[in-house]
């Protein structure tokens, strides 16, 4: 069984569109968060949820907004994509925010805006 | 599929010991790269290595990359408090962007004052 699973695994769209990548896991873990990784492989956070309420918001352009629906879901909804915005970006859970909790990570989503 | 396994899963030193962590794949690595997990601020990004036989260094952490490019070692000396966290280490196996990038399954480390 995948722990945390990512859709879509590739994504190539075109500049100004809006897009969305879902994450779920059956873990039962409270805490999940959104990374982006850039070119060089720096992770860095955008977004951590706990139990549904938005506990860490990095300086995110606004056209990112995350959605949790329920504690095992936190998709990310991205309008007007800019060329910028191609990254691989990652979603993680933990049973509590993060400091002692282990994250276990997703594939990853390609994000390639055109 | 390509695997990195981290050892030890947990640590827990007295201040001022010495500790080394290992992350080891089984397959050849392009790059290895060491993060750490600090609350409130998710991974933070240590070292990135890519060369068999490197060696990189950051205040007291020393992060080493076999001949083979199979096997890593982070290294804490003196450690401290500071130091306590989550330690991940993360790889790829191509060049490339799109392929995929694998996490190690993390080490807790516990530094006691």
């Known amino acids: 069984d995948t722990a945390v699973s990512q859709t879509p695994k590739y994504l190539v769209t075109q500049m100004g569109n809006d897009k969305s990548i879902k994450c779920e896991q059956n873990?039962?873990?409270?805490?999940m968060y959104w990374y982006k990784q850039d070119s060089k492989k720096f992770l860095k956070i955008m977004f951590s949820?706990?139990?549904?309420?938005?506990?860490i918001n990095e300086t995110v352009p606004n056209r990112f907004s995350p959605k949790s629906p329920d504690k095992a879901h936190l998709n990310l909804h991205i309008n007007s994509l800019e060329l910028g915005d191609s990254a691989v970006y990652f979603c993680?859970?933990?049973?509590?925010?993060?400091?002692?909790?282990?994250?276990?990570f997703g594939p990853g989503t390609r994000l390639l805006v055109l | 599929s390509q695997e990195l396994e981290q050892s030890p899963q947990s640590l827990i030193v007295q201040e001022g010991k010495n500790l080394t962590i290992n992350c080891t794949s089984s397959?050849?690595?392009?790059?290895l790269y060491w993060y750490k997990q600090k609350y409130g601020e998710g991974l933070i990004f240590l070292m990135m290595?890519?060369?068999?036989?490197e060696e990189k260094s950051h205040e007291k952490i020393t992060a080493k990359l076999d001949e083979k490019k199979q096997q890593s070692s982070l290294h804490i000396t003196a450690s401290q408090p500071s130091h306590a966290g989550i330690y991940l280490c993360?790889?790829?196996?191509?060049?490339?962007?799109?392929?995929?990038?694998?996490f190690g399954t993390g080490t807790s480390l516990t530094v006691i004052p």
């Open positions: 949820y706990n139990n549904k309420e938005l506990i």
């Open positions: 397959k050849t690595l392009y790059g």
């Open positions: 873990l039962g873990h409270d805490t």
């Open positions: 290595l890519q060369k068999g036989g």
């Open positions: 993360g790889a790829d196996d191509t060049p490339n962007t799109g392929n995929q990038f694998y």
């Open positions: 993680a859970s933990s049973l509590l925010p993060a400091g002692g909790e282990t994250q276990y």
